[in-house]
T-cell receptor
Framework: IAGITQAPTSQILAAGRRMTLRCTQD?????MYWYRQDLGLGLRLIHY???????GKGEVPDGYSVSRANTDDFPLTLASAVPSQTSVYFC????????????FGPGTRLTVT | AQSVTQPDIHITVSEGASLELRCNYS??????LFWYVQSPGQGLQLLLK??????LVQGIKGFEAEFKRSQSSFNLRKPSVHWSDAAEYFC????????????FGAGTILRVKS
């Protein structure tokens, strides 16, 4: 059982370029989340999805978009990357039918130059 | 607004000593409480959780935490720290009223000295 996979592991991206971070889970969890982690700020929620076909904005959604076409996949897109989006990005999932704990992927380290 | 405070950015303890990491929250609802651990370059791993019932909860790796409603706290403890416990620890809070979302503290970095 893989749990949650994220790709790529790391990426260096030129400012202004478009980038999609991929996230796939095999636990059939209904809810999925994207966070960014920055030193001293903990994890901040970017976007979330409570179920396939629905998405919502988190604490820091500007400059990011998501889609949830099916249960397993939850890609995060940066339409035009800026240096302030340099961060480590974590995808997570949870099954609200059995609990609220979230399970995390290994992260993607993104550097925007 | 909901918030989670971890007052200690860094903590250093000697191997074999006891540990307590503090977490305070501000939430307008009955909270669900979690502690996660993150080793360098890794994702977050769930240590323990509190939903209801016994306010002292046991987790993995010998950790425990106690929910104190009157103090709005959920401190993490371990009686004897091992060098492998060196990591960053995050407290997180959620509530049914706020859907599935969690709010995380800024984290506490634990250093273990031999």
């Amino acid at each position: 059982i893989a749990g949650i996979t994220q790709a790529p592991t790391s990426q260096i991206l030129a400012a202004g370029r478009r980038m999609t971070l991929r996230c796939t889970q095999d636990m059939r969890h209904n809810a999925m989340y994207w966070y960014r982690q920055d030193l001293g700020l903990g994890l901040r929620l970017i976007h979330y999805s409570n179920t396939a076909g629905t998405t919502g904005k988190g604490e820091v959604p500007d400059g990011y978009s998501v889609s949830r076409a099916n249960t397993d996949d939850f890609p995060l897109t940066l339409a035009s990357a800026v240096p302030s989006q340099t961060s480590v990005y974590f995808c997570a999932s949870s099954d609200s039918r059995i609990g609220y704990e979230q399970y995390f992927g290994p992260g993607t380290r993104l550097t925007v130059t | 607004a909901q918030s989670v405070t971890q007052p200690d950015i860094h903590i250093t303890v000697s191997e074999g000593a006891s540990l307590e990491l503090r977490c305070n929250y501000s939430y307008g609802a009955t909270p669900y409480l979690f502690w996660y651990v993150q080793s360098p370059g890794q994702g977050l791993q769930l240590l323990l959780k509190y939903f209801s019932g016994d306010t002292l909860v046991q987790g993995i790796k010998g950790f425990e935490a106690e929910f104190k409603r009157s103090q709005s706290s959920f401190n993490l403890r371990k009686p004897s720290v091992h060098w492998s416990d060196a990591a960053e620890y995050f407290c997180a809070v959620g509530a049914k009223e706020y859907g599935n979302k969690l709010v995380f503290g800024a984290g506490t970095i634990l250093r273990v000295k031999s």
